[in-house]
């Protein structure tokens, strides 16, 4: 393949092959690291108060009374850390995570992504080229923001290209959209 044009993209006449970013993002190991930390002190504050043992180098939860305040610890220690070890393992697994390649050589667009564990891990879809459609743009602003690309197949409906969470900025959408319109020879809708 050819240099990479961005640090998610690589092209060349024949092949377009776009990097997706997964689970894998800042914000999700900044949740994990809050999450499995702050269950872990709420957990170790409610063993402190049923042991009355001091567990916590920063407070003393041994005065506290362990029924309600500290069953009531426990039970979010164990939320906590319930979902900081649900966020570090989708990481690990890059849940999401995968790339679109569109191949002139082959005929044919492949997604792949990656999903959780199991015997489906692997999602990979292949589409002719001639079957695709156009490229449509979905701006939705507000307080939950929208910002996305998605590939039309004839008679099989739409298919997402972007990440999923974090939105794009309206340049890059941009770019990326009329980039793919232009290698597929396609329309940009939704502009």
Known sequence: ??????????????????????????????????STL???????ASLSSYFRVNLLPFADPTQLVFIPQGIAMGFYGIAGL????????????????GYNEFDKNAGKA??????FPGKDRQIELSYPLEDLQSIRV????????????YLRIKSRGEIPLTRVGQPMSLSDLENR???LARFLS??????
Do not use: C, H
């Open 110 to 115: 492949t997604i792949f992504r990656w999903g």
């Open 138 to 149: 979905a701006l939705k602003d507000g307080l939950n923001p929208k910002r996305s690309l």
């Open 82 to 97: 319930s979902l900081g070890l649900y966020l570090w393992l989708i990481m690990a697994w890059d849940v999401g995570g």
């Open 186 to 191: 396609v329309p940009l809708e939704g502009l």
């Open 177 to 179: 959209g009329a980039e």
């Open 38 to 44: 702050g269950g872990a002190g709420f957990l170790l």
């Open 1 to 34: 393949m050819a240099a990479p044009i961005a640090s998610d993209i690589s092209k060349n006449d024949l092949v377009l092959r776009q990097q997706v970013l997964g689970s894998r993002r800042f914000s999700n190991f900044l949740w994990a690291a809050v």
